[in-house]
């Protein structure tokens, strides 16, 4: 009841916006009336005008003010030339066609509704093709480009050379995007007025121009103004389940720290004996009674192996803690620094569990690199290179090569300290079975506050592969992810986004809801004369599908097509062997050679036709009938099964009976369908059946049943789009990040001086840095640390003496480094020509984030694996994956500052290396550096324009906690209870 009046109350407001239209219908064709008198080119003439009264407007909302005011005019120029095209001969994929259309009046509405953002609902054969172009050309006047989607490469290039000739004689240009083109013409194609292309080519051209593209040049897209979706239901339903991927060789290895993982362990090995030894000395120390001494010797332990057993021990004696407190404070006093200095050196490393950190001492350092006791300091690049340059021996050539040997020295050094400086961590601050465990070979986080395994979370930086190398674990994946969108994010871009299908009413909630999309329900342009019969319902699917065949055997007697719908490929190929067995001729088709489809699908009408059908096959071209199949009843749609969404059903159905044409259609159900067994439909019915008394061999029809199975469709539907809701929102996640990263990406190719941007990171990084070693905690300030960061990120060559940073507030500290820094960069660009630097400037920025961001989707993909795997208490899932994704892309921010800062002096000069990583990229993804085409970017405003600031004050997903009712859906989508599924106890 409820439902019935709200379909009254829905379906009164269609019909009132219906009403309304059709005023301006009229409008639309008085209008129409009068261009006739005018030649073509004053038709044509109208275009630019509008185009050039548009240019002035730099407002959208403005713009689209405008566009709504000339809209009946527009819309009448376009209807009028489609009439002065009629007669002539139009080349369509290769073949002339005679052009014969004049936009109906409901086409008109179809436009209208169309230019609003909204989907439109036209059934099949009512030319959605022609309604697009009004629309489309009205937009395009804009000036921003206009978009049709398809859904596949064959109906893209047949909609632009169909409809292009519509445009082109209006004077506007159409292109079309296609699998196989390269990127120089597919931007051709987007700088046209209008362009056609599969919703996968839109997509992937997004990822290339904002994840890979690293110039303006090589980006193809120029913004997201307008987009019609054909089809739309199938794209943003459909297919809401599978993002585009675009994948590469996986950046994540082990490898290097497999490497170093021996001398490393040696390392710890040793430290471990030292510290024994350090232990017992301390025992007898006490036990003979020299508090003092033994205390002493506890400290250097506790600096050593903070988590020693021994220390343990003794720090839960109230008297030895005392001692062993005092100690401590004793050395941090500023009497004792030397002292404290001294200790520390006399073990291999120190450890600050505290901050998380392990340092190397000289002896330690010697033990790893024997001899070489510069082993993990940064070279001073810039007192070389300046020495090379005033070595009148070297030519030229000599100078670029020896710089660049100086260079890669300094970047293996650079990696090797990284390397190094995680195993060390892993190693001493990450214990088995307190920070983590190792479950199915794979290292397994244990939250430090909850004790709740993390399953899916990774370390970042290189610190998780450490770990795995630690534990001889080894992850392998050959391929990752190295930019993905679901396609339904990629639609969320549009200023403006419109779709068309011939089925959208029964998901009508679900548009409105994820996408805003409302659905108009536009009326045939003649009345639908097709019968559809009550469904047929059977015992076994052997019956069903014998009765099927005698009605096909029947209809053929008489000549009369048939299109027989299948839900799957396996069902179409069980049928035609039947058909086989009764020498029935008949075609096969199951989507995948569009065009050849295409071609028998348009032939599906013709008298004595049999074509056998999956779902998507042959979308999006229409079954005209042939001679006498009229007097025949039109086509014949038999539907071999119910699918799970109405929609489908719907789609099948609507195959028949275009533009006032009879038809007929018929679903065969039996009980032991899919959708009968699994949603409840079969039990009520066989009731039903019983009341009947139903005999073997025997079928059923009564609109009852209908009904019957129409809620089990809807019950499934219900289901399949929480599922679907659940996706997105999980996706929103990665999505918000991703618009910061891509963001920042682009600020960075399009700033002018990129140089600003690595600026702004040094003036951020460096006082948080010097900060974070400054603060006071019990241990005081750490100026040996500070000073190790600095050499091992800038290449200053620092000494304690020339720094003297002891004793300075930390901002003046930052202010001497970050001048430092910035001088001796200056001083290394200096002598560079400055576009060369900009380039390198912007490699750096790119390479950062590119090469963290890769790292960051693998961790992505793994925390969302995981996250379903953990047994939480009343914790959903999507929260979790929520804060944990935030934590994680806080830390992502702050490793792409500190990469940059590291490889800004690490890059080499004469751009090898930003040769090499263009050299690195798939060919395919960029087109070669050319020049002259800037001036086509200069005034292109696209969807690229989000300042770097953008980045540094994003925080792109709160952190978050709801409790979950037990008796509620799970939300992870399975479709149970919360309580016996996520919410089970573990
Ligand atoms: P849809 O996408 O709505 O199913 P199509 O765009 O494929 O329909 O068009 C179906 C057929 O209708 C095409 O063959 C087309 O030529 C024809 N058609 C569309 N509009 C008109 C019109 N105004 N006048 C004559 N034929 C039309
Ligand atoms: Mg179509």
Same mark, same amino acid.
């Given at each position: 009841m ?19 239209l ?15 008198? $005018? ?20 407002? $959208?909302n ?20 489609a009439?002065?095209?009629c ?8 073949q ?9 009046d ?6 209208m ?12 054969g009512? /030319?959605?093709?022609?309604v ?7 937009? &395009?006047?804009?000036? =921003? ?9 064959? $109906? ?34 987007y ?11 839109f ?11 690293t ?36 950046t ?8 170093? @993982? ?26 003979? /009674?020299? @508090? ?13 192996q ?11 004696? *109230? ?35 505290? #901050?998380h950190?392990?340092? $190397? ?8 690199n ?116 679901t ?8 200023? @403006?986004?419109?779709? !068309? ?55 053929h ?20 062997? !039947? ?11 199951? &989507? ?16 004595g ?6 779902? !998507?096959?042959?979308r ?6 042939? *001679? ?65 008394? !139903? ?17 089990a ?5 219900q ?35 990129? =140089? ?10 460096i006082?948080a ?5 400054m ?21 200053l ?10 004793? @300075? ?25 400055r ?12 390479? #950062? ?21 953990? &047994? ?19 830390e ?26 263009? #050299? ?23 969807g690229?324009?989000?300042?770097? #600031? ?37």
């Amino acid at each position: 009841m409820v439902n019935w009046i709200l379909k009254k109350i829905v379906g009164s407001k269609n019909q009132r916006e219906i009403k309304r239209l059709r005023k301006i219908v009229t409008q639309i064709n008085e209008i129409e009336a009068r261009l006739t008198s $005018l030649s073509d080119d004053e038709l044509r003439a109208k275009t630019a005008f509008w185009k050039n009264e548009l240019a002035k407007i730099s407002d $959208l909302n403005e713009q689209q003010a405008y566009l709504d005011q000339i809209l009946p005019e527009a819309f009448a120029v376009v209807k009028n030339a489609a009439r002065r095209l009629c007669g002539q001969e139009v080349l369509v994929c290769d073949q002339p066609i005679v052009w014969n259309m004049v936009h109906f009046d409901v086409q008109l509405i179809g436009g209208m509704v169309l230019h609003q953002g909204k989907i439109t609902e036209m059934a099949t054969g009512e /030319g959605k093709t022609l309604v697009a172009t009004l629309p489309l050309y009205l937009n &395009a006047l804009a000036g =921003r480009g206009a978009h049709l989607v398809t859904v596949n490469d064959y $109906l893209a290039k047949r909609d632009s050379d169909w409809m292009g000739s519509l445009f082109k004689f209006l004077g506007l240009t159409c292109g079309c995007i296609q699998n196989d083109q390269p990127p120089e013409y597919r931007r051709e194609q987007y700088y046209c007025d209008i362009t056609y292309g599969t919703n996968s080519e839109f997509g992937f051209d997004y990822l290339r121009d904002n994840g890979m593209a690293t110039t303006r040049e090589t980006q193809v897209q120029r913004g997201y103004a307008y987009a019609i979706v054909d089809e739309v239901d199938s794209i943003l339903i459909d297919e809401a389940r599978t993002p585009l991927i675009i994948s590469g060789p996986s950046t994540v290895t082990t490898q290097n720290y497999d490497k170093y @993982k021996p001398v490393v362990e040696q390392l710890v090995k040793k430290q471990s004996l030292l510290c024994n030894r350090l232990a017992s000395e301390a025992e007898e120390l006490f036990a003979a /009674g020299k @508090k003092e001494e033994g205390a002493q010797v506890y400290f250097k332990l506790k600096l050593g192996q903070p988590r020693h057993k021994s220390l343990l021990r003794a720090m839960e004696d *109230p008297e030895l803690r005392r001692a062993i407190e005092k100690v401590e404070l004793s050395y941090y006093s500023d009497t004792l620094k030397e002292e404290l200095f001294r200790v520390k050196e006399e073990l291999y490393f120190t450890i600050d569990e505290r #901050a998380h950190e392990a340092d $190397l001492s000289e002896m330690g350092r010697e033990f790893l690199n024997p001899g070489d006791p510069d082993a993990f300091v940064l070279p001073d690049l810039i007192s070389e290179f300046a020495e090379i340059d005033l070595d009148r021996d070297l030519t030229d050539a000599q100078r670029i090569e020896e710089k660049a040997k100086r260079q890669a020295f300094c970047d293996k050094q650079a990696e090797r300290i990284h390397n190094i400086t995680q195993l060390l961590r892993a190693y001493c601050l990450f214990e088995k079975d307190v920070q983590y465990v190792i479950e199915e070979n794979k290292v397994v986080i244990v939250d430090e506050y909850t004790g709740r395994k993390m399953p899916g979370r990774r370390w970042s930086d290189g610190l998780h592969q450490a770990v795995e190398a630690k534990e001889g674990v080894q992850v392998d994946r050959e391929t990752q992810t190295l930019a993905t969108i679901t396609i339904q994010n990629y639609f969320r871009l549009y200023f @403006k986004l419109a779709g !068309m299908t011939g089925t959208a009413e029964t998901e009508a909630n679900e548009f409105h809801d994820i996408y805003k999309l409302d659905v108009v329900v536009i009326p045939t342009n003649q009345p639908c004369i097709r019968k559809d019969l009550n469904d047929l319902i059977f015992k076994t699917r052997r019956e069903k599908f014998n009765a099927v065949i005698n009605e096909l055997k029947v209809a053929h007697a008489r000549q009369q097509p048939v299109l027989v719908g299948t839900v799957s490929v396996e069902t179409s190929e069980l049928l035609s062997r !039947m058909l086989k067995r009764e020498k029935i001729p008949h075609t096969v088709l199951n &989507a995948k050679f569009h065009m050849q489809e295409a071609e028998i699908v348009a032939r599906a009408g013709q008298p004595g036709a049999v074509t056998i059908s999956t779902n !998507m096959a042959g979308r999006g071209t229409d079954i005209k009938l042939g *001679p006498g199949v009229v007097e025949n009843g039109g086509l014949y749609v038999i539907g071999t099964e119910r699918h799970e969404s109405r929609r489908i059903d719907r789609q099948l159905r609507g195959r028949c009976s275009r533009q006032g044409d009879p038809g007929l259609s018929r679903f065969y159900v039996s009980f032991e369908d899919d959708l009968m067994r699994n949603f409840g439909a079969a039990d009520r019915m066989t009731a039903i059946m019983e009341r009947f008394g !139903m005999k073997e061999g025997e079928e059923l029809e009564h609109p009852w049943l209908n009904k019957s199975v129409e809620t089990a469709q809807r019950r499934v539907e219900q289901r399949n789009y929480m599922m679907r809701r659940r996706t997105l929102e999980f996706d929103d996640v990665m999505n918000m990040q991703r618009e910061v990263v891509y963001g920042l990406r682009n600020d960075s190719i399009e700033n002018e001086e990129p =140089r600003k941007i690595v600026y702004e990171i040094i003036d951020e990084t460096i006082p948080a840095k010097v900060e974070s070693f400054m603060e006071a905690d019990e241990t005081g300030p750490n100026y040996a640390g500070l000073l190790n960061w600095v050499n091992s990120t800038f290449p200053l060559g620092l000494t304690a003496e020339k720094a003297g940073f002891e004793g @300075k507030p930390p901002e003046e500290i930052a202010a001497w480094i970050i001048e430092k820094v910035k001088t001796s960069y200056e001083l290394k660009t200096k002598g560079e020509e400055r576009e060369a630097v900009r380039s390198l400037e912007r490699y750096i920025i790119l390479n #950062a984030i590119d090469r963290l961001w890769q790292e960051h989707l693998y961790a992505m993909d793994s925390l969302r694996e995981g996250v379903h795997l953990r &047994a939480y208490g009343q914790k959903d899932p999507l929260i979790e994956y929520k804060n944990e994704a935030y934590d994680m892309f806080v830390e992502l921010m702050g490793n792409i500052k500190n990469e940059v800062l590291h490889n800004l002096f690490r890059s080499t000069s004469n751009l090898q290396a930003f040769e090499h990583f263009m #050299a690195s990229l798939p060919q395919n993804l960029l087109h070669q550096e050319g020049g002259g085409e800037n001036n086509i970017l200069g005034d292109v405003t696209g969807g690229a324009e989000q300042p770097a #600031a953008k980045l540094r004050a994003a925080v792109p997903v709160r952190r978050e906690d709801v409790k979950v009712n037990r008796n509620d859906p799970c939300p992870c989508g399975s479709g149970r209870k919360y309580k016996s599924c996520c919410g089970r106890k573990a």
